[in-house]
């Protein structure tokens, strides 16, 4: 009987599945894994506008104590995820197939949301979260790695930010649909959307089929040229253009030996990938400004219901509402990262700082009521937007360059499988960490110090970036001639490999 089972699956192994070359196309990865990150982005902010609320209505906390409850159940989030990216990303490296990792976030994102949706004590809210972050640090990390196995190295920032869109997007449409389906159906009504969204992502991740795995039914694909042209020897000749003489008497000759092949990979002991990535200094930048970044923009959701609220009386629709200004500048995200692989990464995310600190320190002007008051926390909102969206999508990419620049200067450095997950589970890491910040900061600080005071103080946050940004992002800048565009298209933003 076993033999019939394995001779069943040989024989259905040998056939092409159904639409192979649409499941296993750029587009379609793209699109699952835009999706995926859309999913848990908008999971987690589709309560940001009902917790406030939820709290007082089905926990019973007291009123005094909201927002303490709303910063830790943010920053639980944050928690979980800086916990589980670095592991996540190590298992994803050392899994045959992307796909499985990604349906078991999946399923814990479902429970999750089981728990967020019939839970009515703060232990399970608590619990609720961490599983949202779990599921998280598997999305970000094994999705971000299945795109960059997928995507041409010279368009990968401009990949990263249709990722990075559809994150904005998640961001924009949670809040507000949290609130307005809250005030209109009611708590449980919130979860109705979410438990349909997560039934169409399943439906997707079960459908895609990686390029790796595609290749065995694709020759054409399988047949291309080797990436490493330096595995072969120039000096042989070439087979099509032999005479029959020298093809008659090639035999004669020694063959050269099969592992020779292989002479390029270090003979010594090389460490573990973590341990190599984060002997960089480029990347050690990278994480350090993505901490900033995910600082910077996840500090207003502890924040900025409870703020309208108290300064227009808005309900849990307006609390959603409010982030449309401060979300609505990342569409141009593609065109950040488009502008990134052309010129490098240094500029925009420097540039993207800098341009925060002014509207940081302006928030304080938004003080009191009436509609020249909102007019003018919106138009803050939505020029910090335009500044965080520049600074966002060059980290992304950045992640990608560091590794093909290693890649390229020491070959075989991360071993047969690479190490983009390892990459992003780090730069997950350091996202979660500003997940976990910036709640407590925005919350704790306009509780006890007011709100102009959160303002300046991320503004002073933000010109720390900007100097990190424009001295290590794409290398270090004494090392630089100012030609990028052509470093940029050998994989990385500078002529030498910086660590």
Known sequence: ???????????????????????????????????????????????VPVIPFALTTRVGVAEEHVQHWVSVLLAVYGAALLGASPVCGYLADHTPSRRLP?????????????????????VLLIIGRLLQGFS??????????????????????????????????????????????????????????????IVFDVALRVVLVEKKIAKQWMPAIQGAPSPSPNLHDENLPDPSTSSPLETNTSPALPRPEPASTISILPTKRQLPPLFTLLASRRLLAALFCTLIQSTLLTAWDAVLPLYVHRLFRWGSTGGGLIFLPLILPSFVA?????????????????????????????????????????????????????????????????????????????????????????AYGLFNTAFAGGMLVGPIWGGFVTQGSGWGTMGWTLAILALVGAGVAALLIGGWVGRKNGIEAEAVENGSDGRKEEV
């Open 1 to 47: 009987m076993t033999r019939d089972i394995l001779a069943w699956r040989s024989r259905d192994a040998s056939k092409a599945p159904p639409l192979l070359k649409y499941r296993s196309s750029y587009c379609f990865i793209l699109g699952t894994v835009s999706i995926a990150v859309f999913t848990d982005i908008f999971l987690y902010g589709i309560i």
């Open 102 to 122: 990604l349906l078991i976030g999946l399923l814990a994102l479902l429970g999750s949301t089981f728990l967020l949706c019939l839970g009515t004590t703060l």
């Open 136 to 197: 998280a640090a598997i999305v970000w990390t094994v999705g971000l790695a299945l795109l960059a196995d997928t995507v041409d190295h010279e368009t990968i920032g401009q990949a990263m930010g249709y990722v990075s869109m559809s994150m904005s997007v998640a961001v924009l449409v949670a809040p507000l649909l949290g609130g307005v389906v809250y005030a209109r159906v009611g708590y449980h009504g919130v979860f109705y959307m979410a438990f349909g969204l």
């Open 334 to 422: 593609p065109l950040v990262g488009y502008w990134s692989d052309k010129r490098g990464p240094r500029v925009p995310t420097a540039l993207g700082f800098v341009l925060a600190v002014p509207f940081l320190v302006a928030m304080r002007a938004a003080n009191h009521g009436g509609i020249g008051q909102i007019v003018l926390l919106c138009a803050l909102l939505a020029c910090l937007g335009v500044a965080l969206s520049m600074a966002m999508t060059p980290l992304l990419a950045e992640i990608t360059y560091i590794i093909n620049v290693k890649e390229k200067s020491h070959p075989g450095i991360f071993g047969r499988r690479g190490a983009y997950a390892t």
